[in-house]
């Protein structure tokens, strides 16, 4: 089945504590992106990346890290998490190397830092 | 840069009821533009992307269409069933690298 996942579903956290969740895709897209979910905020973007190798700041990328070494998967990375960053995130990918194919989501990863 | 508005915030109608969603958009120059479902606790579900060269799109009991001169798109759904209860979002795209500018989502709750 050609899906986006992600890794964990809910995390609770510390501040300070570094953490990764993951972001794979069977689907051989080029484009991969990481995306914010806040209330009355809306989905705003964090990272995306082009293509292995290639990535770039979103709207929102203080505090994140990304890294894309392999087209498959596009791990994020918070080094050193604040409760500001209580969220819930999506991964998505879309087939060509721009925002601009159609873009599908992971499930979400709930984040909560105390 | 690129604002996407939706209204209403929220609305809730009888099953059966055909209904429109509204999606306005500040910048004509979109690539395209795709509507979501979010169900609570679950991802976002892509229902139909529209293309800047097409008017309207059909899937099912679903129609989207798009008038970029207005800057507008609506969702239309006939014949609402319960299970068409959850948020709907539109997002344009503006054609480069750097994804979606997503409206903040219309609440749909249909009635029993």
């Known amino acids: 089945e050609a899906q986006v996942t992600q890794n964990p579903r809910y995390l609770i956290t510390v501040t300070g504590k570094k953490l990764t969740v993951t972001c794979s895709q069977n689907?051989?897209?080029?484009?991969m992106s990481w995306y914010r979910q806040d209330p009355g905020l809306g989905l705003r973007q964090i990272y995306y990346?082009?293509?292995?190798?290639?990535?770039d700041k979103g709207d929102v990328p203080e505090g994140y890290k990304v890294s894309r070494k392999e087209k498959r998967n596009f791990p994020l990375i918070l080094e050193s998490p604040s409760p500001n960053q209580t969220s819930l995130y999506f991964c998505?990918?879309?087939?060509?190397?721009?925002?601009?194919?159609?873009?599908?989501f992971g499930p979400g990863t709930r984040l909560t830092v105390l | 840069k690129q604002e996407v508005t939706q209204i209403p915030a929220a609305l809730s109608v009888p099953e059966g009821e055909n209904l429109v969603l509204n999606c306005s958009f500040t910048?004509?120059?979109?690539?395209?533009l795709q509507w979501f479902r979010q169900d609570p606790g679950k991802g976002l579900t892509s229902l139909l992307l529209?293309?800047?060269?097409?008017r309207e799109q059909t899937s099912g009991r679903l129609n989207a269409s798009l008038d970029k001169s207005s800057g507008r798109s609506t969702l239309y759904i006939a014949a609402s069933q319960p299970g068409d209860s959850a948020t709907y979002l539109c997002?344009?795209?503006?054609?480069?690298?750097?994804?979606?500018?997503f409206g903040k989502g219309t609440h749909l709750i249909i009635q029993p």
């Open positions: 998505a990918s879309s087939l060509g190397t721009s925002g601009s194919n159609e873009q599908f």
């Open positions: 689907m051989n897209h080029e484009y």
């Open positions: 990346s082009m293509n292995v190798e290639v990535t």
């Open positions: 910048d004509s120059a979109i690539y395209n």
């Open positions: 529209i293309q800047s060269s097409q």
């Open positions: 997002a344009d795209s503006g054609g480069g690298a750097d994804g979606l500018t």
